[in-house]
């Protein structure tokens, strides 16, 4: 080891002891933390700025009043990411994820009312009993130095449980009404995906309960015999994005295929979207009719979909900020697989254009936000992930 080595172990050593405090750190595997040396990059027209550098696997970003965000990484810590690019310790307090595959910690969004009580919400892979685990979700109160989750509540538990490591779903969204809408996949295995048209069962479903998990009383099954009364839909595959429409408060999902068939809903009250009964996608490796065929009635048809390759999609968001003028009103998804950012314009309810932005990227997306300072905010997914801003 060399002189400059040994002084910068040394460093990292000092800082480490100091992280008792606890505030930033610096030495984390000898990477950059921060946006500092990752200049600016062109594609189709907007300068990509990259934020924060060097997260693990994020993916969900929240922004507080303070202009901070808070970011999750699948790997199981929740950091705060501040306007000058600093990423902090991992906060603490948060759940503990059961971390294998692709399950981890999801999602964390904000209370409605946060401003007040400092509420957060997150989604996450909980272990069960037999090598199973579900996904569940918590709330907590964010502490004052924004570096603590304190008086951690469980809200929601997947029932039951599966002996898998996909197909979580994990997405939040509040509803105008301050409903939480959650929703779940299939769990992956062909085993366990029949249960998404079951409504005794959390597969393949999007719930909605009140923030401190008690049921509404006019969700749509609430007096059907034997069924879940927080079930709103059912017959989902992997919905990894959810988003209200500005305009009409509508709750918009995005959810995988099999091979093919990724698809964006308007998800309303107690509808059938279908899985594994109808899909425009097929079977992996053989491409195999799954189920029916492509739809049936009493079952909801997509807005739009991908074919003959999935794009594996993920963040949504409207955009509805000025930055970019022609884009307003427009809907925008990540997309994994396919390494790019989709602008799908609307007329109403009907996808009438589709492009793929940012595709010389070579990143997965695995979120999208608006930010509040107008412009579009990107998660990448990778060991390395980073926050990136959109500008023009």
């Known amino acids: 080891m060399n002189i400059i080595s040994r002084r910068h172990a040394l460093i990292c050593r000092i800082l480490f002891l100091l992280a008792a405090l606890p505030f930033f750190s610096a030495c984390s595997n000898d990477e950059e933390r921060h946006a500092g040396k990752i200049a600016p990059q062109k594609a189709d027209g907007l300068r990509v700025v990259t934020v924060a550098n060097g997260l693990s696997f994020p993916w969900s970003l929240?922004?507080?009043?303070?202009?901070?965000?808070?970011v999750t990484e699948r790997t199981g810590a929740l950091r705060l990411v501040t306007a000058n690019s600093k990423i902090s310790a991992p906060l603490t307090g948060t759940p503990k994820a059961f971390v294998s595959g692709q399950a981890g910690l999801f999602d964390v969004v904000l209370d409605p009312d946060f401003t007040r009580n400092r509420l957060v919400y997150l989604s996450y892979a909980e272990a069960g009993a037999d090598n199973t685990n579900g996904l569940a979700v918590a709330r907590a109160t964010l502490g004052a130095s924004n570096m603590s989750l304190d008086n951690l509540q469980v809200i929601f538990r997947q029932l039951p449980?599966?002996?898998?490591?996909?197909?979580?779903?994990?997405?939040?969204?509040?509803?105008?009404?301050?409903?939480?809408?959650?929703?779940l996949g299939d769990r992956q295995r062909d085993s366990e995906r029949e249960k998404a048209q079951q409504l005794d069962k959390h597969h393949g479903k999007i719930v909605r309960i009140f923030s401190d998990g008690r049921i509404p009383a006019d969700n749509p099954f609430i007096t059907t015999a034997n069924a879940r009364p927080e079930?709103?839909?059912?017959?989902?595959?992997?919905?990894?994005?959810?988003?209200?429409h500005p305009d009409t408060?509508?709750?918009?999902?995005?959810?995988?295929?099999?091979?093919?068939?990724?698809?964006?809903?308007?998800v309303r009250r107690g509808r059938n979207y279908g899985w594994p009964v109808v899909t425009y996608g097929c079977?992996?490796?053989?491409?195999?009719?799954?189920?029916?065929?492509?739809?049936?009635?009493?079952?909801e048809e997509p807005l739009t979909w991908w074919l003959p390759k999935s794009i594996?999609?993920?963040?949504?968001?409207?955009?509805?900020?000025?930055?970019?003028p022609e884009w307003k009103g427009q809907l925008f998804s990540g997309a994994l697989a396919g390494e790019t950012l989709w602008r799908i314009k609307l007329e109403g309810n009907r996808v009438v254009e589709?492009?793929?932005?940012?595709?010389?990227?070579?990143?997965?997306?695995?979120?999208?936000?608006?930010?509040?300072?107008?412009?579009?905010?990107?998660?990448?997914?990778?060991?390395?992930g980073r926050v990136l801003r959109l500008e023009r």
């Open 354 to 384: 589709r492009e793929a932005l940012l595709t010389k990227l070579g990143e997965r997306i695995r979120d999208v936000r608006q930010g509040p300072d107008g412009w579009l905010y990107l998660l990448t997914d990778s060991s390395s």
């Open 312 to 324: 594996a999609p993920s963040g949504l968001a409207f955009y509805t900020g000025n930055r970019y």
């Open 161 to 183: 449980k599966a002996e898998s490591e996909g197909h979580f779903g994990g997405r939040l969204v509040f509803s105008r009404d301050n409903h939480l809408f959650i929703t």
């Open 283 to 299: 079977e992996y490796v053989t491409c195999f009719q799954v189920g029916e065929g492509k739809s049936k009635p009493g079952m």
């Open 249 to 266: 408060g509508e709750l918009w999902e995005s959810e995988h295929g099999p091979q093919g068939g990724d698809e964006i809903n308007i």
């Open 62 to 70: 929240a922004f507080l009043p303070d202009g901070n965000m808070l």
């Open 231 to 244: 079930i709103w839909s059912l017959g989902h595959r992997n919905p990894q994005g959810a988003v209200l």
